[in-house]
C-alpha cells in the first residue's frame, strides 16, 4: 500500500510563495522510484485539475499552462517527498491541493493514471 501526506499550505498575498511537500509511506515490497507522481488541486466549486507531474525517473516533467514559469515540480527520492514550489502565487491559485502517485510513464495531468491519492492541503491566496 502507498499513503501519501500533504503539508505546507497556508494562506499567503498574491505575489508570495509556498513550498508544498507531500511524503510518501510505502509497503517494503513497493519501490518509489516505481512511480510518477503528480499535483492536483481543486478550486473551490470547481473540478480537480492537474497542476504538475514528473516522470517516474524524474526525467521529465509538465505543467498545466497557467502555472508554467511560476511553480516547479520536484522530489527527493531518498526522502520520498515530492515538492511543488509554488511562486507569485495569484489570487485564481486558491484551492486545495493534492499529491498522487501512479505506476505509469508519466508525467501525466490527468487523474485517471493516479492510483493513490492524499488528503489535499489548502491554499488560500489573497489579493
Known amino acids: 500500500q502507498v499513503q501519501l501526506v500533504e503539508s505546507g499550505g497556508g494562506s499567503v498575498e498574491a505575489g508570495g510563495s509556498l513550498k508544498l511537500s507531500c511524503v510518501v509511506s510505502m509497503t517494503k515490497f513497493a519501490s518509489y522510484s516505481s512511480y510518477s507522481m503528480g499535483w492536483f488541486r481543486q478550486p473551490p466549486g470547481k473540478g480537480r485539475e492537474g497542476v504538475a507531474s514528473?516522470?517516474?525517473?524524474?526525467?521529465?516533467?509538465d505543467y498545466r499552462d497557467a502555472v508554467k514559469g511560476r511553480f516547479t515540480i520536484s522530489q527527493d527520492k531518498g526522502k520520498k517527498t515530492l515538492y511543488l514550489l509554488m511562486n507569485s502565487l495569484k489570487p485564481e491559485d486558491t484551492a486545495t491541493y493534492y499529491c498522487a502517485a501512479g505506476r505509469h510513464l508519466g508525467p501525466d495531468l490527468r487523474e485517471d493514471p493516479y492510483e493513490y491519492w492524499g488528503q489535499g492541503t489548502q491554499v488560500t491566496v489573497s489579493t
Open positions: 514528473i516522470r517516474y525517473d524524474g526525467s521529465l516533467t
